[in-house]
C-alpha cells in the first residue's frame, strides 16, 4: 500500500524559508516522477515542481523558480522541498503525489497518489 506523509509546514513570515518532507512507502517502482502541488483557500490545484527519482531531473513553476529547490534521498524514500524568500502567495496546503502520467498535472484525477497535505503560511 502506497503511503506519502508530508511534514514541515507552518507559519513563516515573508522572505523566511521552511523546509517540507514527505516519506514515501510501499511504491515498488525505482524510477518514476513525484511531485509537489499545492492548493490555496478557494483555489484550484496548482503544480509546483516535480523531480525523477531515477535520473534526477528537476522542473518548476514559474511561480517559485529560483526559490524553491526539490530534491530526494532516494536511501530515505524522503521528499523534500526547500523553500526559499517564501511570499504570501505561497500560502497554500503543499502536497506531494505521484502522476498518472502527465507530469504537470492540475487536477487530482491526474495523481495516483498524494498525501494528507501540510500547511504552509506566509504572513507578517
Known amino acids: 500500500q502506497v503511503q506519502l506523509v508530508e511534514s514541515g509546514g507552518g507559519l513563516v513570515q515573508p522572505g523566511g524559508s521552511l523546509r517540507l518532507s514527505c516519506a514515501a512507502s510501499?511504491?515498488?517502482?525505482?524510477?518514476?516522477?513525484i511531485c509537489w502541488v499545492r492548493q490555496a483557500p478557494g483555489k484550484g490545484l496548482e503544480w509546483v515542481s516535480a523531480i525523477n527519482t531515477g535520473g534526477g531531473s528537476t522542473d518548476y513553476a514559474d511561480s517559485v523558480k529560483g526559490r524553491f529547490t526539490i530534491s530526494r534521498d532516494n536511501a530515505k524514500n524522503t521528499l523534500y522541498l526547500q523553500m526559499n524568500n517564501l511570499k504570501s502567495e505561497d500560502t497554500a496546503v503543499y502536497y506531494c503525489?505521484?502522476?498518472?502520467?502527465?507530469?504537470?498535472?492540475?487536477?487530482?484525477?491526474?495523481?495516483?497518489?498524494w498525501g494528507q497535505g501540510t500547511q504552509v503560511t506566509v504572513s507578517s
Open positions: 510501499g511504491f515498488t517502482r525505482s524510477n518514476y516522477w
Open positions: 503525489a505521484i502522476p498518472k502520467g502527465r507530469v504537470y498535472a492540475s487536477r487530482w484525477s491526474e495523481y495516483d497518489y
